[in-house]
T-cell receptor, first 112, second 114 residues
Framework: SQQGEEDPQALSIQEGENATMNCSYKTSINNLQWYRQNSGRGLVHLILIRSNEREKHSGRLRVTLDTSKKSSSLLITASRAADTASYFC????????????FGQGTTLQVKP | EPEVTQTPSHQVTQMGQEVILRCVPISNHLYFYWYRQILGQKVEFLVSFYNNEISEKSEIFDDQFSVERPDGSNFTLKIRSTKLEDSAMYFCASNGQASNQPQHFGDGTRLSIL
């Protein structure tokens, strides 16, 4: 079974609009992390939310976590063209090996 | 800000050949990882490494794969006899004092098997 399923797979919005991406996971987690990937580049960590947290903010980012539904959402407010990238959630389980399980990702296009 | 660096950025290899992908993690980090991303697919975990040994590996990481930290700075992934399906982006990552911290990724090596 796959973990970290995300929707939508692709999202196209106008600059200034908000973008919401959702992620589901299957096993218990220690934390859930969101990463951004620009085309042809590595992943950049955006935000981490622990399993005992429900909401977290960082600048224009807002992440929620619902452990009862095994789901998380990432909201980017007042989007900019520079936010165009792929966004991945990654679940960190209860093992202490650091293994991250990534979702399929959402490709976000922000039109100027 | 310190970075994870990977070389080469692109490696083209004939099927059946050995390939070594190199990574220099952030200097004070203790946990090291390799992931791969087949074109258009999600990032997949390969292996985690701590205290000079593998702490976890995935089903993908079979006997053809090995990792090594030969000195205090490099972390390498070796594929002994490459297959066409090994073509992918390979990402190295590291994190600091605890394995559940955010991971820092390199820009990856694009491996193309002909």
């Amino acid at each position: 079974s796959q973990q970290g399923e995300e929707d939508p797979q692709a999202l196209s919005i106008q600059e200034g609009e908000n973008a919401t991406m959702n992620c589901s996971y299957k096993t218990s987690i220690n934390n859930l992390q969101w990463y951004r990937q620009n085309s042809g580049r590595g992943l950049v960590h955006l935000i981490l939310i622990r399993s005992n947290e429900r909401e977290k903010h960082s600048g224009r980012l807002r992440v929620t976590l619902d452990t009862s539904k095994k789901s998380s959402s990432l909201l980017i407010t007042a989007s900019r063209a520079a936010d165009t990238a792929s966004y991945f959630c990654a679940s960190h389980g209860s093992s202490n090996t650091g293994k991250l399980i990534f979702g399929q990702g959402t490709t976000l296009q922000v039109k100027p | 800000e310190p970075e994870v660096t990977q070389t080469p950025s692109h490696q083209v290899t004939q099927m059946g050949q050995e390939v070594i992908l190199r990574c220099v993690p952030i200097s004070n980090h203790l946990y090291f990882y390799w992931y791969r991303q087949i074109l258009g697919q999600k990032v997949e975990f390969l292996v985690s490494f701590y205290n000079n040994e593998i702490s976890e590996k995935s089903e993908i990481f079979d006997d053809q794969f090995s990792v090594e930290r030969p000195d205090g700075s490099n972390f390498t992934l070796k594929i002994r006899s490459t297959k066409l399906e090994d073509s992918a982006m390979y990402f190295c990552a590291s994190n600091g004092q605890a394995s559940n911290q955010p991971q820092h990724f390199g820009d990856g090596t694009r491996l193309s098997i002909l």
